[in-house]
């Protein structure tokens, strides 16, 4: 028995190992100083292998350039096994999803073995299609359970599902379907939230015009409005799924098969397909999730999240079910009908741990403590955030007035890379500060470096990276390895580049700055500034654009688009309304530029590089900061930018 063990008692039912700060300190450096042995303790206690692995990591952030990083590599499963079949015997009448719609009060529940048999029954229609292991398939839907139950019957056969959130436009989800080379696409109907319905077939159809590669098209009826129909590639999930069998052995695969595939954005036009794997990304997310929310068997969970984003995949779906737990899945918005819908819930369904984004706090905050004291929330007793900074304003509103002082706030950092949370208070354990994310994960490393990549030791401020493999970790974008290595690992020799920027504080607690590249987060929403300047310079009147985020009261940032005319065009109001339009068709309807500044040209060096430095500065109103500007092309353009901002 190793020196660290466990002891076994904290593990009984599905309590969290870490309850103290000293089970924290235990389990924190075990992971350090034996990661292998901790890591294979961990996933024999909460995940169910057909074949238990002997291997820890193999690999390191140097080796990665020539092969990705392998957890367990000798162990076999599937990951259906842990989320549902177990479950469905040891507690079958425990709810695994708990679902509200649209209406409040549109309630479904499925209990493990409901959903083992929906998985099953699913896996089997899949499966008469013609789906096998190792497929891609493009899931293309609402906040419905069948989506929850589409993507483990993928995973039943070992097929690799990549979940597209239902926002994104025909343009961009056809850019995924290529990329992957998917095989089938499952969608809905229509979607609805918040009142509106959301024509999910339609855009699916426009984005598989004229594409051979996608065989069949299997679609779930939400709603029961007409569809346009391929009758030789369209198939009525009701028909096909209906009548199948509810019995579907689970295929067995290698550790490190690809799960999921999960496009994000990054600092070019072209989205990546981060891939996670199976054994280890299990092991993390589940591990991650009890000892966060300090899960109780008792819980009723919600994560407000949606699946097309990697916290509902490891926190809806994944997390929960691979330890049993009761996971809610809601289909609307904070807002529907009214600023009251969160708390609504939480009274109904006496939600004990609750965890959504900084940017609907904010926005709830905005309408005063009055809906959420209309509501019974003595449920509570964990409340999380995730997606962005939380400024300390908002992160006393959601304790003090949610949780009336009495709940432990957990900030959870992570990304959709890191698989699962990575920096974050632990519930029972961590003291907390307003706004932030405080403590690594047992088997996290931080490092903060400077310019020149020299780790920081004690406080600072500087660029986080990670330092060693963890079993959550992304293990390749997909198709491109080598994207993979020069975009995370090649910044900093050795280690894993967040592109985060982070201060360190005296008591080694961590406060994320923002994202220091060129990645935007809008409402929690991660998006390529590159993304939008490709769309921007799409329209015909645009000759060059830059963009840039700036803070933002409720949204945490903002669009800021810096765009140039052709000669000869306007860009007058009605043009910059038309750019937000195609920015809308070429990205999706959750990406809009908030604002735009129409200027003679782009601060450039004189080899040609934007100054994006500069845009930013002047998008902040910090025009008078700007510093030197003389090594620019054209100083000139500078001081017309300077000029022509004008705030709010
Ligand atoms: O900038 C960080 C921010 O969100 C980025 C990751 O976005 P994504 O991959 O879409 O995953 C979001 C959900 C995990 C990070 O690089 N971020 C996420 N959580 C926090 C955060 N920033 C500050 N505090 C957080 N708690």
């Not at 979607?191 to 159809?205: A, F, T």
């Not at 009525?236 to 954005?265: C, M």
Request: charge should be negative; glycine fraction near 10%.
């Amino acid at each position: 028995m190793s020196m660290y063990a466990v002891p076994d008692r904290v593990w009984a039912g599905s309590q969290s190992p870490i309850i103290t700060p000293d089970d924290f300190r235990r389990e924190w450096f075990r992971a350090f100083y034996d990661p292998d042995g901790f890591w294979l303790d961990v996933t024999r206690r909460l995940i169910h292998w057909q074949k238990a692995p002997t291997e820890g990591a193999y690999g390191d952030f140097h080796s990665v350039k020539h092969s990705p990083i392998t957890w367990f590599a000798d162990g076999r499963l599937n990951v259906t096994e842990s989320c549902v079949d177990r479950h469905a015997e040891a507690q079958p009448d425990k709810v695994a999803i708990l679902w509200e719609g649209d209406e409040p009060g549109d309630v479904r529940r499925l209990t493990y073995r409901e959903l083992h048999r929906e998985v099953c029954k699913t896996a089997n229609a899949l499966a008469a299609l013609g789906l096998k292991k190792g497929e891609r398939v493009i899931l293309y839907m609402g906040m419905v359970p069948e989506a929850a139950i589409a993507m483990l019957a993928c995973a039943r056969l070992g097929a690799i599902h990549s979940v597209v959130f239902g926002g994104f436009s025909a343009e961009a989800l056809r850019d995924r379907v290529r990329d992957c080379e998917a095989e089938m696409v499952i969608t809905q109907d229509e979607g609805l939230r918040g009142g509106r319905v959301i024509p999910l077939k339609q855009v699916c159809d426009e984005a598989l015009e004229g594409e051979h590669g996608v065989r069949k098209v299997l679609v779930y009826q939400r709603t029961g409005n007409p569809v346009g129909w391929k009758p030789d590639r369209d198939v009525w999930w009701h028909e096909a799924v209906g009548g199948a069998s509810d019995e579907r052995p689970a295929t067995p695969v290698e550790a490190e098969h690809p799960l999921f595939i999960l496009y994000t954005s990054g600092s070019t036009g072209r989205p990546k397909g981060v891939v996670h794997t199976s054994g280890g990304y299990l092991t993390y997310a589940a591990y991650t999730h009890r000892v966060v929310f300090d899960l109780r068997d008792d819980d009723v969970y919600a994560c407000m999240a949606d699946v097309g984003w990697i916290t509902g995949h490891s926190y809806i779906v994944y997390g929960p079910l691979a330890n049993g737990a009761t996971t809610f899945m809601f289909e609307s918005t904070p807002v529907y009908p009214d600023a009251g819908r969160y708390w609504d819930m939480v009274a109904r369904h006496k939600i004990t741990v609750f965890y959504t984004a900084p940017t609907a706090i904010r926005a709830l905050a905005a309408h005063g403590e009055g809906p959420v004291k209309a509501h019974d929330r003595r449920s509570l007793r964990v409340l999380g955030t995730v997606g962005e900074p939380i400024n300390p304003e908002a992160w006393e509103w959601y304790y003090n007035v949610v949780g009336e002082g009495r709940c432990n706030i957990v900030d959870t950092w992570w990304q959709t890379e890191t698989g699962g949370i990575s920096i974050s208070p632990i519930a029972p354990a961590t003291a907390t500060k307003p706004g932030a994310a405080t403590l690594p994960m047992p088997g996290i490393v931080p490092q903060i470096v400077d310019e020149q990549g020299r780790v920081l030791r004690g406080p600072g401020q500087g660029y986080l990276c990670i330092a060693y493999p963890w079993p959550g970790q992304a293990r390749t974008v997909w198709g491109d390895h080598a994207r993979f290595f020069t975009t995370y690992f090649s910044t900093y020799d050795g280690k894993y580049f967040t592109g985060d920027g982070c201060h360190r504080d005296e008591d080694g607690y961590h406060w994320i700055t923002g994202r220091v590249d060129d990645v935007l987060n809008v409402s929690g929403h991660r998006m390529g500034t590159a993304e939008f300047e490709a769309a921007l310079v799409f329209a015909e009147a645009v000759a060059e654009a830059a963009v840039v985020g700036y803070p933002h009261p409720v949204k945490g940032q903002g669009v800021y688009a810096y765009v140039v005319a052709q000669p000869g065009e306007v860009l007058d109001t009605a043009a910059l309304d038309a750019l937000n339009a195609i920015v809308r068709q070429r990205i999706g309807a959750h990406a809009r530029v908030d604002r735009f500044q129409v200027v003679p040209g782009l601060p450039k060096t004189r080899s040609g590089k934007v100054m994006r430095r500069i845009l930013r500065k002047v998008a902040e109103g910090r025009g008078d900061e700007l510093g030197d500007t003389s090594t620019l092309a054209d100083p000139e353009v500078v001081e017309a930018i300077r000029a022509g901002y004008s705030p709010g």
